[in-house]
C-alpha cells in the first residue's frame, strides 16, 4: 500500500513532502532497506592449507634470496679485486695485461711483446747477472730471493727499451722509506738520480726510482724502478733503456709502471 497524506487520506509519493491535494506538511518516514545477504562459504568451497612441501619449497627460495641479496651488499662495500687505471680506457692503443698466476696485472702498449716466467723462452732472455736483471738493481740483488715473472718491450727483447716484473718475499718486511734507505746505502756503483714515496692509483704507497747503471752488456742503462709491497711480497718494476734511447721511452715506462697492481688473493 502507497502512502497517504495525514489529514486528507490521498494518495501521496514517498518522496513528497507537502501534500500536493491539501498542503499540509508530510511526515517524513524511512523506508527500510532490505538486510544484506550474507553467505557463508561451503565446506566444499573452503581455502585449504598449504601442504608442507609447498611451504618447505617457499621458505627455501626466501632464504636463498635473502642470502644472495646479503652477498651482493657485502660486495659492493668491499674494495674490487682489480681497479681499473684511470688512463686505460683513454689509450685505445693499450692493453691490460694480467700474469697467468693472476698475481697482479699492468697495461702495455698493443705493439709490445711480453714474455712470463712459464714461457721456454723467458731463461734464456732473463740470466742471472746479465743486462735484464739489472731492471731491479740494487734491490733485485740485495734480495737473496727474488724471483724473475715478466719481461715485456718493443722488438727484439731486450735489445732496445724493456720492462722487467720481479717479486721477493724477503723485501715484503721493509717500508718503501726503508728500501729508498737501502739504495741510498748502497756501495754499488750507480748513479741515483731520483727516490721518493709515491701513492699508486689504488692507494698503496710505494717508492720510486731514477737510477743510472752504468757497466752492462747494453752499455749505461737508465731505468725506472717502483718497490711496491703486497700482501705476503714486495714486487719490483723497472723500465730500462740504453742512455741515449731513455727520451723514448720514458712516457711508456712511466705509464706501464704507473698501470701495476698487485692482486689480492682469491
Known amino acids: ?60 627460495i626466501t632464504a636463498v634470496l635473502i642470502i ?11 674494495k674490487p679485486l682489480v681497479l681499473l687505471h684511470p688512463n686505460t680506457q683513454a689509450r685505445a692503443d693499450w692493453v ?16 709490445w711483446n711480453w714474455l712470463e716466467a712459464n714461457h721456454p723462452l723467458f731463461a734464456s732472455l732473463v740470466i742471472e747477472e746479465g743486462p735484464v736483471v ?27 727499451g724493456f720492462i722487467l716484473i720481479a717479486r721477493s718475499h724477503s723485501l715484503n718486511a721493509i717500508t718503501p722509506e726503508q728500501s729508498i734507505a737501502l739504495v741510498e746505502q748502497s756501495d754499488a ?21 731514477l737510477l743510472v747503471l752504468p757497466n752492462t752488456e747494453m752499455g749505461a742503462l737508465r731505468c725506472r724502478q717502483i718497490f711496491v709491497p703486497a700482501a705476503d711480497v714486495a714486487y719490483l718494476a723497472g723500465g730500462c733503456a740504453p742512455e741515449a734511447e731513455f727520451r723514448a721511452f720514458a712516457i711508456p715506462f712511466e705509464n706501464v709502471l704507473a698501470s701495476f697492481q698487485p692482486l689480492e688473493n682469491q
Request: with cysteine; glycine share 6%.
Open 1 to 60: 500500500m502507497g502512502k497517504r497524506c495525514e489529514n486528507c487520506e490521498q494518495p501521496v509519493l514517498d518522496t513528497d513532502t507537502v501534500c500536493w491535494h491539501c498542503g499540509r506538511p508530510l511526515s517524513l518516514t524511512a523506508v527500510p532497506k532490505a538486510p544484506k545477504r550474507i553467505t557463508a562459504l561451503s565446506d566444499e568451497v573452503a581455502v585449504e592449507p598449504l601442504p608442507l612441501t609447498a611451504v618447505a619449497v617457499y621458505g627455501t
Open 189 to 209: 756503483t750507480f748513479d741515483l738520480v731520483s727516490a721518493d714515496v709515491v701513492q699508486s692509483f689504488t692507494g698503496t704507497n710505494m717508492a720510486q726510482f
Open 134 to 160: 739489472t731492471a731491479v738493481y740494487p734491490l733485485g740483488a740485495i734480495a737473496t730471493d727474488t724471483e724473475y715473472l715478466l719481461i715485456a718491450g718493443q722488438g727484439a727483447m731486450p735489445q732496445a
Open 96 to 111: 691490460p695485461v694480467t700474469s697467468h698466476d693472476q698475481q697482479f696485472t699492468l697495461d702495455l702498449p698493443s705493439e
Open 68 to 78: 644472495a641479496m646479503l652477498l651482493v651488499m657485502r660486495s659492493l662495500g668491499q
